[in-house]
């Protein structure tokens, strides 16, 4: 009985020393080059010490006969073990949250530089963006008889400038987003309309599934309907060969949501590029300034919702906006 006790403790303890051990791999992946890193790396080897003197202990509780005070050390080893362990997690969970906070606040850097050049540059570049889309429509008007080559230059300047356009818009919308309007709408409606406006190929195929008795949610329409247009965009955007694009709403009565999921087939998003997605300034698109997950994100907490997102290279990705309810789920 002592010695099953005594054992048991030490197998227990041996096996909380490994799980510290994964954990402190975690904080050192976290933590940059400096002393601290090379503190918590002599740590690692205390650790790899105690457990080379826990494998030790079990065979000499293997061996030899078991006297009555062993489970009292073996209890303080556990302890000890214990105690080391919950040193790092609690170590590990800080570290996570000031990596957190500290991209939160590269965040608000980014959001602040470019509120203070939002006006300037929305100010300077939409008057004379303006007034070259005029000449652009002029010139259509009275060149009817043009040639095909004329025509096309012309059709290419008028789409140059609509980019550019959508550019300044992302870029104001990035940093100055507007109270919201909240009205109660159905989520079928909303997305019926915003497909209306998306230009989706011929080779892209949409699934919808959109229950009827979803709850009424209470958002602006105009910033979520600008939320699902960028969304639903960027998803045929990843499928340049064609795919499907499945979009999903189900309710989430524990959190008193709506879930809309815009799921492609593409090429999904590594890793990486998923931890960043949603900060200013970054983009894996070519001719893109990276801000349109910015202005989704920013306008779907102004309505007090979430967004998030599930991918895995070869496999697509899903952008699932959660929404509030306005009232119970209709009958």
Known sequence: MIFSLSLSFALIGLVIQLATLASLRKLLAMLPAGSIRKKWFAVSGLIFIFIAGYLGY?????????????????????FGALFVWLTVELSLQTAAELRRMEDELVHQEKLALLGQ?????????????????????FLQAVLTDADETTREY?????DEVADAE?????????????P?????????????KVLDKCDVPPSVTVRLDIPETLPIIRVDPSQIRQVLWNL???????????????IKAAEDRAAKTVMVSIQDSGSGITPEHQARLFQPMFTTKARRVGLGLVVVKNLTQANGGSVGVESEPGRGSTFTVSLPCNNPAVP
């Open 154 to 158: 012309l059709g290419i300047i008028k």
């Open 117 to 137: 050049v939002a006006d300037t540059v929305g100010h300077e570049l939409r008057n004379p963006l303006g007034v070259i889309n005029n000449a652009v429509y």
């Open 180 to 192: 919201p309007h909240p009205e109660a709408l159905r989520v079928g409606a909303l997305i019926g």
């Open 232 to 246: 639903i965009t960027n998803g045929v955007e990843a499928m340049p060969d064609g795919g499907t694009l499945e």
């Open 58 to 78: 079990i065979a000499v509780l293997w061996t030899q006969p078991t006297e009555w005070h062993e489970p009292l050390v073996s209890g303080v080893l556990l």
């Open 166 to 178: 959508r550019i300044v818009s992302d870029l104001l919308d990035a940093v100055r987003t507007k």
